[in-house]
């Protein structure tokens, strides 16, 4: 099936430091991509929607100054935490949607990344 | 906005055992989908339906699409240790631009 990359797998920064992490489709092209955060023991919540060559759409109460995502290319997106805080302090998801293919392309998801906030 | 209720929260049970597990929505969807996640990794598919009253197995994995379209259950058989994990059940529906609405999950645990 598709695959979905995402790195890095973990990163530990300090407060107020910026940190970026990278979604990439690998074998198909995605022009949307989404990103959620996952508390412990919670469900996914969706953050925002990326949409390639356009500006992302961003789900009520999450920051858009806060969390930057860029859809530069077809098969990648990224996610910058900036000025990070413990409480950003999570586990970030993306996932993809490969475009043009029959409605029964499904979502694929990255391996996630645990951000820890020092 | 859509809410999916989903149950039990936890189970725990015998190795060989069956598992069911439901997903129920305050409004209808067109797409269910199930993911398994394992600690520290992502959701990954198990089962994607698409139509009212659509059965479809993956191995010892059975789900269905409510006739109704506000729920879906998946089913487990002769469980086995390496099912541990959480379950989760995804709803689409037609004007949600292909965001996914996820279920709180259900934690199973296999014991030996």
């Known amino acids: 099936g598709a695959v979905v990359s995402q790195h890095p797998s973990r990163v530990i920064c300090k407060s107020g430091t910026s940190v970026k992490i990278e979604c990439r489709s690998l074998?198909?092209?995605?022009?949307?991509m989404f990103w959620y955060r996952q508390f412990p023991k919670q469900s996914l919540m969706l953050m925002a929607t990326?949409?390639?060559?356009?500006?992302?759409?961003?789900e009520q109460g999450v920051e858009k100054d806060k969390f930057l995502i860029n859809h530069a290319s077809l098969t990648l997106s990224t996610l910058t935490v900036t000025s990070a805080h413990p409480e950003d302090s999570s586990f970030y998801i993306c996932?993809?949607?490969?475009?043009?293919?029959?409605?029964?392309?499904?979502?694929?998801f990255g391996q996630g990344t645990r951000l820890t906030v020092v | 906005g859509q809410q999916l209720n989903q149950s039990p929260q936890s189970m725990f049970i015998q190795e060989g055992e069956d598992v069911s597990m439901n997903c129920t929505s305050s409004?209808?969807?067109?797409?269910w989908l199930w993911y398994k996640q394992e600690p520290g990794e992502g959701p990954v598919l198990l089962i994607a339906?698409?139509?009212?009253?659509e059965l479809t197995s993956n191995g010892r994995l059975t789900a269905q699409f409510g006739i109704t379209r506000k729920d879906s259950f998946l089913n487990i058989s002769a469980s086995i240790p390496s099912d541990v994990g959480i379950y989760f059940c995804?709803?689409?529906?037609?004007?949600?631009?292909?965001?996914?609405?996820f279920g709180s999950g259900t934690q199973l645990t296999v014991l030996p």
């Open positions: 074998d198909f092209q995605a022009t949307t």
């Open positions: 409004s209808i969807f067109n797409t």
């Open positions: 339906l698409y139509k009212a009253g």
């Open positions: 996932s993809a949607r490969a475009p043009g293919r029959t409605l029964n392309t499904e979502a694929f």
């Open positions: 990326s949409n390639e060559g356009s500006k992302a759409t961003y």
């Open positions: 995804a709803g689409r529906d037609s004007g949600s631009a292909r965001q996914l609405t």
